[in-house]
């Protein structure tokens, strides 16, 4: 049985970033699976930097959506989540290091109860502030793959040198590599 289930209690109202929390889950489940069924240290070890990489990867797309529209409560967000980035980090650096001799409990339980209670009051938070900003449909445009790293960071307009601003009715963008 999984440690957790996601139902839609979650539910940020922005699919792609509820796909997101879920796909978190879900390696979450396979981590702590893991721990209890006794899996072998490269195992664990794959599945830990598979959640290092995917904390990343939709952190990222958060703290971008929340700069490009000027989100109030972004600085918070973004400490919130390098406290989740730093403390999975730390876990797996100790972990490679061998100075963990296997995934603990506390390692886990740290990491789902900083999800449940991330999704259900932090990022609650931005649900009115990025329906309001259509945010869900301007996600979209990035692909419907939740999983897919978006293919290029978007710049809002205030951060562009002047002669790349130019008066439209839609906040003017500058698509920028990939980070």
């Given at each position: ?61 958060e703290e971008l959506a929340m700069a490009f ?22 876990y797996l650096a100790e972990f490679e290091a ?18 449940t209670q991330h999704i259900m009051g932090v ?57």
């Amino acid at each position: 049985m999984a440690l957790f289930q996601w139902n839609s209690e979650y539910s940020v109202g922005i699919s792609r970033f509820d796909s997101q929390h879920k796909r978190l889950i879900e390696l979450l489940n396979q981590l702590h699976e893991g721990m209890r069924a006794g899996y072998g240290r490269k195992v664990l070890l794959n599945l830990l930097h598979a959640l290092q990489d995917y904390t990343q990867h939709h952190c990222a797309e958060e703290e971008l959506a929340m700069a490009f529209y000027r989100y109030p409560q972004a600085a918070e967000h973004r400490a919130e989540h390098d406290e989740l980035r730093a403390r999975i980090a730390q876990y797996l650096a100790e972990f490679e290091a061998n100075k963990l001799n296997k995934i603990d409990v506390e390692m886990v339980n740290f990491v789902l109860q900083w999800l449940t209670q991330h999704i259900m009051g932090v990022d609650r938070k931005y649900c009115e502030f990025f329906t309001e900003h259509s945010v869900e449909r301007a996600l979209r445009t990035l692909g419907s793959n939740p999983d897919s790293v978006a293919p290029a960071l978007v710049v809002p307009s205030a951060d562009l040198p002047a002669d790349d601003k130019k008066a439209t009715a839609e906040p003017p963008v500058k698509v920028v590599a990939q980070a």
